[in-house]
T-cell receptor, first 114, second 108 residues
C-alpha cells in the first residue's frame, strides 16, 4: 500500500491477556517507530527500529512490552499480561532512514483493556 | 517528563480570529516539526524547520523556529473550522519527541 498500515484498527481485550499489534511500513523505509498516545496527549515514544534491530527501546514502559521486526519490514508490538493502564492508541511511523525525511504515521490501533 | 512543552493546552476561537500555539524546550534540536492530527487518524506533518530564526509560511499558517533552536510557534491567521484539530510539535534528534499537543477548536 501507499501508506503505513496498522492492524487491527481496534482491539478490545481482557485484563491479563496477550495482544499483538501489527505495522506494515511504507516499502523501502528502513526506520520504524512505535508510539503510544493517550486521549488528548501527544504521542509517547516506545521503540525505534533501524532495519531489523531495535536501535532504541528506552521508551518501552516495562518488560511486558516487546517489539520485533525480523525481516526489516513488518513490525509487531507484543504486550503480555495486559493491564487497564495499557489502554491507548498505538501509533506506528516509518521513514527512509535514521534522521532522514518525513516520518509517516499509520492511523493507529486503539487498544482497550477491560 | 515532557521534553517539549506546548501552550496553551486548549484553544477555542471564533472563525476569522487569529491564534498562536507555542512550543518550548530546554533542549536544542536539529529540527522541529509541526503536525496536525484529527480524531482516529495519525499525525500528519505540516512543516519542518531546521535553521534558528527560520520562518516558514504555509497559506494561512506561519511557523517560526527560535534563534537557539529550542522553541517554536505556530500562528494561524483568519482561522477556519477546517483548522480544528490537535496540533503537535516534535523535536528531532534521531527520534521524534512530541509535546502534549494543543487542541484547537474553531467555531463557525
Amino acid at each position: 500500500g501507499a501508506g503505513v498500515s496498522q492492524t487491527p484498527s481496534n482491539k478490545v481485550t481482557e485484563k491479563g491477556k496477550y495482544v499483538e499489534l501489527r505495522c506494515d511500513p511504507i516499502s523501502g523505509h528502513t526506520a520504524l517507530y512505535w508510539y503510544r498516545q493517550s486521549l488528548g496527549q501527544g504521542p509517547e515514544f516506545l521503540i525505534y527500529f533501524q532495519g531489523t534491530g531495535a536501535a532504541d527501546d528506552s521508551g518501552l514502559p516495562n518488560d511486558r512490552f516487546f517489539a520485533v521486526r525480523p525481516e526489516g519490514s513488518v513490525s509487531t508490538l507484543k504486550i503480555q499480561r495486559t493491564e487497564r493502564g495499557d489502554s491507548a492508541v498505538y501509533l506506528c511511523a516509518s521513514s527512509l532512514g535514521q534522521g532522514q525525511g518525513e516520518a509517516f504515521f499509520g492511523q493507529g490501533t486503539r487498544l482497550t483493556v477491560v | 517528563t515532557q521534553l517539549l512543552e506546548q501552550s496553551p493546552q486548549f484553544l477555542s476561537i471564533q472563525e476569522g480570529e487569529n491564534l498562536t500555539v507555542y512550543c518550548n524546550s530546554s533542549s536544542v534540536f536539529s529540527s522541529l516539526q509541526w503536525y496536525r492530527q484529527e480524531p482516529g487518524e495519525g499525525p500528519v506533518l505540516l512543516v519542518t524547520v531546521v535553521t534558528g530564526g527560520e520562518v516558514k509560511k504555509l497559506k494561512r499558517l506561519t511557523f517560526q523556529f527560535g534563534d537557539a533552536r529550542k522553541d517554536s510557534s505556530l500562528h494561524i491567521t483568519a482561522a477556519q473550522p477546517g483548522d480544528t484539530g490537535l496540533y503537535l510539535c516534535a523535536g528531532k534528534l534521531y527520534k521524534l519527541s512530541f509535546g502534549a499537543g494543543t487542541t484547537v477548536t474553531v467555531r463557525a
